[in-house]
């Protein structure tokens, strides 16, 4: 169950950092020119709204970073009990293989 909420939320955190990175812009207008130019810069502040959008993106990007790290120690030892029998079944196998012969060929020495 806590396998599948850490998954949850590290899918909803990276919703959000696509969201995040796509408000922000490369040339330095970012969100504050999509609201009115000058007129949102009194309001929000250029400044601030760049600095809220890198704070925002850092932090989701460590949270994906530290809710992966988590679920590889709340992995379901189910999944382990499940690859040790695909693996016992690859040994239990002969190791020959044998291919068949080509039709329309014959494989008579003369």
Known sequence: MIYTLLISLAIFSAFLLVLVILAQNSKGGGLSSQF??????????????????????????????????ATNFTTPSAAEAASDEVLDRVKDQPASITLPKPSGQDTTKK
């Open 36 to 69: 009115g130019g000058s007129g949102a810069s009194n309001v929000i502040g250029v400044k601030k709204t760049s600095d809220l959008l890198e704070r925002l993106t850092w932090g989701f990007a460590i949270g994906i970073i530290v809710l992966s790290l």
